[in-house]
T-cell receptor, first 116, second 115 residues
Framework: DAGVTQSPTHLIKTRGQQVTLRCSPK?????VSWYQQALGQGPQFIFQ???????QRGNFPDRFSGHQFPNYSSELNVNALLLGDSALYLC???????????????FGPGTRLTVL | AQTVTQSQPEMSVQEAETVTLSCTYD???????LFWYKQPPSRQMILVIR??????QNATENRFSVNFQKAAKSFSLKISDSQLGDTAMYFC????????????FGKGTKLSVKP
């Protein structure tokens, strides 16, 4: 049973560019959350997708956007990259069941984004 | 604002000994879940143990156990019989409402297990 997968593993961009990160959830999971983890810090919640809609959003600017596809995979897009966007981006998947949130989130290995 | 605080940036322990990592949180919610995650150098965040706030009994998973003090808003992790493979960053996290919502993490504790 494949766990949460993310691509690419590493990415180097320059300021002002745009980037797309991808996440495939664990088999059977339908909810995807994205987190940003700056060096030496705990992860910070960006947003969560369920049924192809953004359901919750953390304190991140509109430059951060996302998408969820019918197969539950998800993309995180960041426009107009800043140096401060350099971080490890983690994707986590989980299951919603009858509208109740029960299971924990399973994390992928992350994408390391470096902005020069 | 809801916060999670880990006051120990780094800790070390000898192999086979016991270590306790501290965590406090601040919330006015009644329905929440608490977690300890482990993040080894490979970066994969792995769930170690979880505690539902409505349960008084402390959670236990093999060598890992928690001391959940709801009134004090404290949630410490005890690792018994420490192993070299326990070397990692440990993050305390809290989620409110359901268990799958917005996880709020502490800054982490770097644990080194020495042979």
């Amino acid at each position: 049973d494949a766990g949460v997968t993310q691509s690419p593993t590493h990415l180097i961009k320059t300021r002002g560019q745009q980037v797309t990160l991808r996440c495939s959830p664990k088999s059977g999971h339908d909810t995807v959350s994205w987190y940003q983890q700056a060096l030496g810090q705990g992860p910070q919640f960006i947003f969560q997708y369920y049924e192809e809609e953004e359901r919750q959003r953390g304190n991140f600017p509109d430059r951060f956007s996302g998408h969820q596809f019918p197969n539950y995979s998800s993309e995180l897009n960041v426009n107009a990259l800043l140096l401060g966007d350099s971080a490890l981006y983690l994707c986590a998947s989980s299951i919603r069941f009858s509208g109740a949130l029960r299971d924990e989130q399973f994390f992928g290995p992350g994408t390391r984004l470096t902005v020069l | 604002a809801q916060t999670v605080t880990q006051s120990q940036p780094e800790m070390s322990v000898q192999e086979a000994e016991t270590v306790t990592l501290s965590c406090t949180y601040d919330t006015s919610e009644n329905n929440y879940y608490l977690f300890w995650y482990k993040q080894p150098p490979s970066r994969q965040m792995i769930l170690v143990i979880r505690q539902e706030a409505y349960k008084q009994q402390n959670a236990t998973e093999n060598r890992f156990s928690v001391n959940f003090q709801k009134a004090a808003k404290s949630f410490s992790l005890k690792i018994s019989d420490s192993q070299l493979g326990d070397t990692a960053m440990y993050f305390c996290a809290c989620v409110y409402g359901g268990s799958q919502g917005n996880l709020i993490f502490g800054k982490g504790t770097k644990l080194s297990v020495k042979p």
